[in-house]
């Protein structure tokens, strides 16, 4: 098994262009995480998907969008990229409520 | 979700107990604990989660004090892949989302 997945782990845009983080986990997860890590800081939610077809805001999600395409994918979308949208974004999956959240490798995203 | 309070750096001999604490005097009653770990620039790592009981496992083991208001990660022998970034949450297992509150952990530095 890959675990989670995330494409591109690198990405480099300017002020205004939009992209799509991809995340896809082979493991049969319910649920699904996107979060952000700003440099010295810890996690913060952006978004979360519990199960197919639900999505919902956590912490941070001003300035993003998401889709749960189906069981195994949850993109997340920056419609209008600023310089304060410059982090590492991590997608995470979970069985269910009970179990530990699996990591992908993260992608580093800079707006200049 | 309860706050958590960790020191912000520890360092341990490579080899010896690391032992790393957390207090949470605010969790209330169906509240986990919950240890993540994030090795330089990867994903967090999920490490090990208790109630109230003591909890081992094949990485680390988890002391939770009777009164639930601190609990202490031991890892038992530590070596210098264990340096990273020690994350302790507490949250209501069942809530919907399973969602994660990250603080900023402790920087646990194994030296030679």
């Known amino acids: 098994n890959a675990g989670v997945t995330q494409t591109p782990k690198f990405q480099v845009l300017k002020t205004g262009q939009s992209m799509t983080l991809q995340c896809a986990q082979d493991?049969?997860?319910?649920?699904m995480y996107w979060y952000r890590q700003d440099p010295g800081m810890g996690l913060r939610l952006i978004y979360y998907s519990a199960s197919e077809g639900t999505t919902d805001k956590g912490e941070v999600p001003n300035g993003y969008n998401v889709s749960r395409l189906n069981k195994r994918e949850f993109s997340l979308r920056l419609e209008s990229a600023a310089p304060s949208q410059t982090s590492v974004y991590f997608c995470?999956?979970?069985?269910?409520?009970?179990?530990?959240?699996?990591f992908g490798p993260g992608t580093r995203l800079t707006v200049l | 979700d309860a706050k958590t309070t960790q020191p912000p750096s520890m360092d341990c001999a490579e080899g010896r107990a690391a032992n790393l604490p957390c207090n949470h005097s605010?969790?209330?009653?169906?509240?986990?604990v919950y240890w993540y770990r994030q090795i330089h620039s990867q994903g967090p790592q999920y490490i090990i989660h208790g109630l109230k009981n003591n909890e081992t496992n094949e990485m680390a083991s988890l002391i939770i004090t009777e009164d639930r208001k601190s609990s202490t990660l031991i890892l038992p022998h530590a070596t210098l892949r264990d340096t990273a970034v020690y994350y302790c949450i507490v949250r209501v297992v069942w809530e919907y989302g399973n969602k994660l509150v990250f603080g900023a952990g402790t920087i646990l530095r194994v030296k030679s």
């Open positions: 995470a999956s979970t069985r269910g409520n009970y179990n530990e959240q699996f």
């Open positions: 493991m049969n997860h319910n649920s």
């Open positions: 605010t969790i209330s009653g169906n509240e986990y």
